[in-house]
């Protein structure tokens, strides 16, 4: 008896475990955004490439951000070279005003109650970054800013929408404006997509519906089309009932508000509060919309660098981050073929103890 039910604890939680990746893959699915992610192809093993990014993230991001749970020893060390050649990229000073030491941990220029006061709020420590948004998310965020005069600091980004932060990269990559495509959505899905918002407008005239969806066991249900939103809207004012709540309670309902209100208006309670609820399980909404979206970007403005060397600073930026985030990756394959080894030791001594026990019943 006790064997069977452990063997049904033991399905039941195979079978939930099971559940919850169905259920969590596009929980994950959605975090991405929609947004096409180009491969950023980082190699955490490039020592040359770590120390080019190192450099560059203390240049032109380590005036704001920090990497607190890093230190310049350790980059040092991780990288292959000596304590005084890192400091070539130390640039930030102690409390006492000398330069930091490369035991420190690596801290922003700008103090963080500083910071809050002139931006509103402190920019994020990125020692995790790499871990919470992936080398991926880094390479394209870091080359999706173009202009945006609606913005603060006239830029906007094609990875993170409303920005908050100035290209800070933009001297080296120079200026992107945004070329737009206008896609017609219908659930959720581009039908078609046009070059010019006029002939998006004239195409969603001739398919867009209005349709009347009801709320079911297994989501919603369309249950009507209209072409004009009055017709949808009287449709779902005639399946609408409207109930008299007094103190939270329903005490009667009606097919129209004005009866409701006629009831409440003749039926006053002392001490009572009236409320007048329509209660529906429809609602309108419109079968095809459309998204202006940012298509590519287009460099209107040449920087220092090339379209070629910006990627390549771009990609060193982003192998750094990644490597900052987890420096044990450069050594935990190693870690791997240790426990591996020793496993298959320990399996050995096992195995041969196993026969020495049971020598005697065989």
């Known amino acids: 008896m006790k064997v069977n039910t452990m063997k049904r604890s033991m399905i039941k939680t195979l079978a939930t475990g099971i559940m919850a990746v169905f259920i969590a893959s596009p929980v994950a699915n959605a975090a991405g955004g929609g947004v096409h992610l180009e491969p950023a192809d980082i190699d955490v093993h490039d020592k040359m490439s770590l120390l080019r990014g190192a450099k560059y993230f203390a240049n032109y991001c380590q005036g704001c951000h920090s990497l607190k749970f890093s230190r310049y020893n350790r980059v040092a060390a991780d990288t292959g070279v000596s304590d005084e050649q890192i400091k070539a990229i130390i640039f930030t000073r102690d409390e006492d005003d000398k330069p930091t030491k490369t035991g420190a941990l ?31 998310w880094i390479y394209n965020y870091l080359k999706g800013f173009h202009s ?3 913005r603060p600091f006239g830029v906007n980004n094609t990875i993170f929408d409303s920005v908050g932060m100035p290209n800070v990269l933009a001297t ?21 997509s046009f ?58 309902s009606f097919p129209t508000k004005a ?31 459309i998204s202006k979206v940012v298509d590519h970007l287009e460099l209107v403005k040449p920087g220092k660098q090339s379209p070629a060397e910006f990627d390549r600073t771009v ?39 196993k026969k020495e026990y049971w020598k005697d019943i065989h």
Request: aromatic fraction near 10%; charged fraction near 30%; charge should be negative.
């Open 172 to 192: 080296l990559e120079g200026t992107k404006d945004p070329v737009f495509r206008y896609d017609i959505m219908h659930h959720g899905h581009a039908d078609e």
């Open 259 to 289: 009866e409701a209100d006629g009831y409440v208006k003749e039926n006053p309670v002392d001490g009572g509060k009236y409320k007048v609820m329509p209660k529906s399980a429809y609602s309108v909404v419109e079968s095809h919309k």
């Open 315 to 353: 990609h060193d930026i982003t192998n750094y981050l990644a490597y900052v985030s987890e420096p044990a990756q450069l050594h935990r394959t190693m870690y791997g073929i240790f426990t591996l080894l020793f496993l298959l030791v320990f399996f050995i001594f096992a195995y041969m103890l």
């Open 106 to 136: 690596m801290t922003s220029a700008i103090p963080a109650k500083d910071a809050e006061k002139w931006f509103g709020s402190a920019p994020p420590d990125l020692s995790l970054v790499g871990r919470s948004r992936g080398a991926d």
């Open 195 to 252: 070059t010019s918002e006029e002939a998006a407008k004239k195409v969603l005239e001739e398919k867009r519906t209005f349709d009347v969806v009801k709320l079911g066991l297994m989501g919603e249900d369309i249950v009507e089309h209209y072409k004009t939103k009055k017709e949808a809207d009287d449709f779902v004012a005639s399946k609408t009932v409207y109930r008299a709540l007094l103190n939270k309670e329903e005490v009667a």
């Open 148 to 150: 945006d005069d609606s």
